[in-house]
């Protein structure tokens, strides 16, 4: 009775165990993929974060348009001999004194360099924000292509179990047939070899998809000892080629020369470099500024006539002092210096359009190989599919045959194995030309939102 009361409790505890394990399975659409990629990406959180800096910075230069303002109190007690006056001798004296100033100062001509740096601040803005959005595409892209590599394996894995499947029940017929003495002994084991042979692709397969899981997982930055479940998208048996006739290639080229993410940041750095360009070419004429000041102080030693003032009279009337004036500074020689940070201003602002222009052709050369893949890719799923249907039927034929012992296994075999070559080269063409189509969107600059469609 105990026996079968700890049997009970082991079953049941199994039981819950495995409907929890079941319960923490996750699944994840591919939608929900790209969501998570773009909350948990640590590129896209260094994005926003120099994005966020550049904010302050524009904030900080309009600031400098203020005028400055500082304020200081300071006191003192000292001892010392000190000559005193009134017994005409030198003594030991203690003095107490308190002071305070506050002073304020304001630029009224620098060169325009607070303009010039707000402007350039404002397109250091805009380059950041350009690279965010850039690196969102890059998060979208990746997620998306490594989505469809899992799905890919998992297509493949079921075309493995299938022919696995197929080639365990043909063994089964040929070793019927082989017992009752219709077929040769060495068709049965031939057969056993291909099962052999199946099963470990199928092996093979699965380790496949187990590595494009770890991938995406690693891509999505989730913890990797989960259990996740990727669904299947409702991805379209007709395959969209409007893109082909719709476009030519120069138009495209056009299209992503405009829309480009990482072209656009680079502009608003040429821009940049060309604001710092005259504020270090400014840096050569006179600056003006203006300033005010207001201090006062209290020295239990100020006396009037012999007689001591006291603190509200010295600190709040008789010694406060004010000041207003204006400087002029004219820069006349310093060591060369700022005639090498106009030429290092020069040089890097050359250098930025020689990286703009080769980004340029390097976009060109991108998409250029990206609608040749397509166009490509589209002829081979068209291949692909024509060379499914007739394996097909061929191995469909050769089955039949087979059957009424008028074709060999090794026939039957080649058959299936080109069965098993087509299924894999059809399904591989229609994933490759989704993922070409994404790769020529990404290299449009059209992967802008949050989502990706098939």
Known sequence: MKRFISTTLLIALLLVTNNLLAQERRTITIQEAIEIALENNYQLKQAKNNLELSEYNIKSEYADFLPSVSGGFNGSRRTGRQ????????????????????????????????????????????????????????????????????????????????NLENSQMQLEQVQAQVEVGSRPTVDLYNQEAQVANQELLLTQQENALKFSEILLIRQLQIDPLGEYEFIVPDIESNINREIVERYSLS?????????????????????????????TKNNLLPSISGSAGLSTSYSDQYTVLGENISFGDQFFDQRINRSVGFSVNIPIFQNWNRMYNIQSSKVQLKNAELNLDNSRLQVIQEVTQAYNDYTSYVQQLEASEKSLIASERAFETQQARYNVGSS???????????????????????????????????????????????
């Open 408 to 454: 060999t296994l090794i026939e039957l075999s080649q058959a299936q194995a080109n069965y098993v070559e087509a299924q894999s080269n059809y399904t591989q063409a229609t994933y490759n030309l989704i993922f070409q189509e994404k790769l020529l969107d990404y290299y449009l600059g059209k992967l802008s939102g949050s989502s990706i469609e098939f």
């Open 83 to 162: 000559f005193v006056p009134d017994v005409v001798d030198f003594r030991d004296v203690t003095s107490q004194s308190i002071s305070g100033n506050l002073s304020a100062s304001i630029p009224i001509f620098n060169g325009f360099e607070n303009i010039y740096s707000l402007k350039a601040s404002e397109q250091s803005k805009l380059s950041d924000e350009e690279s965010l959005q850039r690196a969102k595409e890059q998060v979208i892209f990746n997620t998306a292509s490594n989505y469809l590599g899992v799905l890919l394996d998992r297509e493949l894995l079921e075309i493995r179990k299938e």
């Open 251 to 279: 138009e495209l080229i056009d299209q992503a020369l405009l829309n480009r993410s990482d072209l656009k940041s680079s502009m608003a750095d040429i821009r940049t470099l060309e604001y710092q360009l005259k504020i």
